[in-house]
């Protein structure tokens, strides 16, 4: 079975006062393997973000289906986003709690049982140990994308999703999220990235799909796209 099915999604974001309303996503039919590191790559205002938030349940769809580790995302809302888990790109936080709070934070919301939290165990994954007790508001933009990782695996998600990861990140911090990556595909987790940098895609991704305008324009394994372009 397939990590994730998206058929027919279809996603328009109304105009408002300031303008037509915006077709984002027109129709996009795609299968995600359980396993791979998969690769969205296309450039900006492809579309890219818009499917990725309407996969976390952070954007409603227009129409279309999206299931996601076999739970149709309308029908069990609950067990589809219980098998996900998003690093968003913003680097929104509550700047009151510190890293330790925020994971317990999420992992209430997502209904963990204490016994199984991993709270301190997720921050050293992420290089965040030492910064367990800080408040998020003294945490530099790399510390909190280190905690934005770290909230995204509090639940044990089966899928892992980044948005645009590296962009504006320095080298350390870049080689950091690279080898969790890594690390949690070997241990199973099926990692979905978004990326405007080809040698990216090119570096970390099994398989990649090119998103522009809003449809899926190709999808191949990373050295048969590859050999194409
Ligand atoms: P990206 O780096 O994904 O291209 P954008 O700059 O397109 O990000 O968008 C940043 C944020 O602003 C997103 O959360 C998106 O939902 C929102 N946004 C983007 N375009 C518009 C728009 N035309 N109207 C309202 N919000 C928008
Ligand atoms: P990408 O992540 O590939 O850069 P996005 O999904 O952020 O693309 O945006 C796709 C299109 O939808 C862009 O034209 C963007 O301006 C628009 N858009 C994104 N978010 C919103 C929003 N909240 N309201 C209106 N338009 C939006």
Same mark, same amino acid.
């Given at each position: 079975?397939?990590?994730?099915?998206?058929?027919?999604?279809?996603?328009?974001?109304?105009?408002?006062?300031?303008?037509?309303?915006?077709?984002?996503?027109? /129709?996009?039919?795609?299968? =995600?393997?359980?396993? $791979?590191?998969?690769?969205?790559?296309?450039?900006?205002?492809? /579309?890219?973000?818009?499917?990725?938030?309407?996969?976390?349940?952070?954007?409603?769809?227009? &129409?279309?289906?999206?299931?996601?580790?076999?739970?149709?995302? !309308?029908?069990?809302?609950?067990?589809?986003? +219980?098998?996900?888990?998003?690093?968003?790109?913003?680097?929104?936080?509550?700047?009151?709690?510190?890293?330790?709070?925020?994971?317990?934070?999420?992992?209430?919301?997502?209904?963990?049982?204490?016994?199984?939290?991993?709270?301190?165990?997720?921050? &050293?994954?992420?290089? *965040?140990?030492?910064?367990?007790?800080?408040?998020?508001?003294?945490? $530099?933009?790399?510390?909190?994308?280190?905690?934005?990782?770290?909230? +995204?695996?509090?639940?044990?998600?089966?899928? *892992?999703?980044?948005?645009?990861?590296?962009?504006?990140?320095? =080298?350390?911090?870049?080689?950091?999220?690279?080898?969790?990556?890594?690390?949690?595909?070997? +241990?199973?987790?099926?990692?979905? *990235?978004?990326?405007?940098?080809?040698?990216?895609?090119?570096?970390?991704?099994?398989?990649?799909?090119?998103?522009?305008?809003?449809?899926?324009?190709?999808? !191949? $394994?990373?050295?048969?796209?590859? !050999?194409?372009?």
């Amino acid at each position: 079975a397939g990590a994730i099915e998206i058929r027919g999604l279809v996603k328009t974001y109304a105009g408002g006062r300031h303008g037509p309303e915006k077709h984002a996503l027109k /129709g996009i039919d795609l299968d =995600i393997p359980q396993g $791979s590191v998969f690769g969205l790559l296309g450039p900006n205002g492809a /579309g890219k973000s818009t499917l990725i938030n309407i996969l976390a349940g952070l954007v409603v769809k227009t &129409a279309g289906r999206v299931t996601i580790w076999g739970f149709d995302q !309308d029908r069990n809302p609950r067990q589809s986003r +219980a098998s996900i888990g998003v690093m968003p790109q913003e680097l929104n936080l509550d700047p009151f709690f510190t890293p330790r709070e925020a994971l317990e934070v999420q992992a209430g919301l997502y209904g963990v049982p204490r016994g199984q939290r991993r709270s301190d165990e997720i921050l &050293a994954l992420v290089g *965040l140990e030492d910064k367990a007790g800080a408040y998020a508001r003294t945490l $530099s933009g790399g510390m909190r994308r280190r905690l934005l990782l770290a909230k +995204a695996l509090v639940h044990h998600p089966h899928i *892992l999703v980044l948005d645009e990861p590296t962009a504006g990140v320095d =080298i350390e911090l870049r080689a950091m999220l690279w080898e969790n990556v890594r690390r949690l595909n070997r +241990a199973g987790m099926t990692i979905i *990235l978004t990326t405007h940098y080809l040698e990216e895609a090119e570096e970390m991704c099994d398989e990649i799909a090119i998103i522009n305008e809003g449809a899926v324009v190709a999808r !191949d $394994s990373t050295a048969r796209l590859l !050999d194409r372009l």
